[in-house]
């Protein structure tokens, strides 16, 4: 099931995270955010913390998510998988792997394309927009950067509705930067870890572009997740708010429009009916 449809969503996962890996003191060699799973590689002091540290997180962003969307029950589909990684060259396989969920799933060219794996944050705080210059920046800007700051030091993840506050009333450029700021502010990769396995970061991310990772203990259907990508921007422009979107709520006549509009996209009707939340398609036409 799709669960990512906008910047907000990621963002609020992301924060989410970073406060609770703070919490339960875990470490994180390697994280994908992608559309409807996530990837990460945690090093735990028990499976207990865990247990907790994921169950915590689980919780609290589907709370949140069920509260933005007007959507109720369960959020992320079972089976969740986990393998524990002994030895160096498992550890490197799985770093390798979930690094290039982005590129594997053709959302990105390369490792430091995708946003949502973190990894162009380890030498920049801006690799996705201008960099700020904070006294040349607007008023407004500058208390949605001071007011990160704080929440980030009271170890508060930024929930849809401190989102709403912090990004109203600036202009496209300042939201792309204050998008990077954020994640650069609560980034919780342990990119020393690179080091140990590839002496540098540099030849961590040769050996990345240079292998997808093929051996992993997870098995997951492969898919062509840019598909999901072109299908929120038909929605966009369709007018729909993919900040707050609800298919459950929708007409069946409007759903049965956007199956119609969305096989524009794609073929494959498993993948629409994942990207609008249902099991099937009896649900409109029943």
């Not at 949502?116 to 944050?121: E, T």
């Not at 650069?184 to 870890?193: A, C, E, G, I, M």
Request: aromatic content about 14%.
């Amino acid at each position: 099931m799709m669960v990512f449809y906008s910047i907000a969503d990621c963002l609020f996962y992301i924060t989410l995270y970073s406060c609770l890996s703070r919490k339960y003191h875990i470490r994180t060699n390697a994280f994908s955010l992608m559309p409807n799973h996530t990837h990460s590689q945690q090093v735990v002091v028990s499976r207990q913390v865990f247990i907790a540290f994921n169950q915590e997180l689980l919780s609290l962003f589907t709370r949140g998510y069920n509260i933005q969307h007007g959507r109720s029950g369960e959020l992320f589909q079972k089976p969740f998988g986990s393998a524990p990684k002994i030895g160096g060259k498992s550890i490197k396989n799985n770093l390798s792997y979930i690094n290039n969920n982005g590129a594997a799933g053709k959302l990105s060219k390369g490792v430091l394309d995708y946003r949502w794996n973190l990894m162009a944050y380890y030498g920049s705080d801006h690799p996705f927009s201008e960099r700020i210059v904070l006294n040349q920046a607007s008023r407004r800007m500058k208390w949605a950067i001071k007011y990160v700051d704080r929440l980030y030091k009271e170890g508060k993840p930024l929930d849809y509705r401190i989102q709403d506050m912090l990004f109203k009333g600036l202009n496209r450029k300042e939201k792309r930067q204050l998008t990077d700021y954020i994640i650069s502010r609560y980034k919780f990769l342990d990119y020393s870890s690179l080091n140990t396995y590839y002496g540098t970061f540099e030849n961590a991310l040769f050996a990345m572009d240079a292998n997808t990772g093929s051996e992993h203990d997870i098995k997951e259907e492969w898919e062509d997740f840019s598909e999901y990508r072109s299908m929120i921007e038909v929605c966009r422009k369709a007018g729909h708010n993919m900040e707050s979107i609800n298919f459950k709520l929708m007409k069946k006549e409007e759903l049965f429009g956007l199956v119609i509009l969305l096989s524009s996209v794609t073929k494959d009707k498993r993948k629409i009916f994942r990207f609008l939340h249902m099991d099937s398609g009896h649900e409109i036409i029943d």
